[in-house]
T-cell receptor, first 110, second 113 residues
Framework: QKEVEQNSGPLSVPEGAIASLNCTYS??????FFWYRQYSGKSPELIMS????GDKEDGRFTAQLNKASQYVSLLIRDSQPSDSATYLC??????????FGTGTSLTVIP | DAGVIQSPRHEVTEMGQEVTLRCKPI?????LFWYRQTMMRGLELLIY????????DSGMPEDRFSAKMPNASFSTLKIQPSEPRDSAVYFC???????????FGDGTRLSIL
């Protein structure tokens, strides 16, 4: 079992819709959770951090964390074509290691 | 503030040659990470340093790979001799502590012919 699992997609949503990206993790001791966006040919860019159970909102992005279920998700409201990218879920592990998922490819169709 | 700086951005070289990738972390960040990304394997952690000391190098593929961090503002990843299967994008990232996000450099796209 991988430390972090994501549905690789591809996920396609129409412009203006809500995109829902999901991630599960295996280490119950993890305390820090991150979502990164990676455009093709570019480096991963941090878009959200979440540390407590519940929802955290930042503009059109909402991160949701459920530690009991070992589940973290990212909702993108009013999806735009510029949101088309691969989204990586990252979870902290032992020491200062991060475990990264393999990413979910999102395409927003105009 | 300057982000993580990597050089070169692109490197094309022939099999058997030595390759050196360089990274300057964000000032004040005391942890530095080297990753390799390919389509097949995704983002793989190769090695990470804390306060210039290598902590975990279990991801280094084999003895052809070595990494150093002589001071807080500079690290190198060296491949000698290089092989075509080493072709990938290599990222460097840094952060302040275990609960803080890692910030990535622009990466080095390495092609071994």
């Amino acid at each position: 079992q991988k430390e972090v699992e994501q549905n690789s997609g591809p996920l396609s949503v129409p412009e203006g819709a809500i995109a829902s990206l999901n991630c599960t993790y295996s280490d119950r001791g993890s305390q820090s959770f991150f979502w990164y966006r990676q455009y093709s040919g570019k480096s991963p860019e941090l878009i959200m951090s979440i540390y407590s159970n519940g929802d955290k909102e930042d503009g059109r992005f909402t991160a949701q964390l459920n530690k009991a279920s070992q589940y973290v998700s990212l909702l993108i409201r009013d999806s735009q074509p510029s949101d088309s990218a691969t989204y990586l879920c990252a979870v902290n592990g032992p020491g200062n290691q991060f475990y990264f998922g393999t990413g979910t490819s999102l395409t927003v169709i105009p | 503030d300057a982000g993580v700086i990597q050089s070169p951005r692109h490197e094309v070289t022939e099999m058997g040659q030595e390759v050196t990738l360089r990274c300057k972390p964000i000032s004040g960040h005391n942890s530095l990470f080297w990753y390799r990304q390919t389509m097949m394997r995704g983002l793989e952690l190769l090695i990470y340093f804390n306060n210039n000391v290598p902590i975990d190098d279990s991801g280094m593929p084999e003895d052809r790979f070595s990494a150093k961090m002589p001071n807080a503002s500079f690290s190198t990843l060296k491949i000698q001799p290089s092989e075509p299967r080493d072709s990938a994008v290599y990222f460097c990232a840094s952060n302040t502590d275990a609960n803080q996000p890692q910030h990535f450099g622009d990466g080095t796209r390495l092609s071994i012919l």
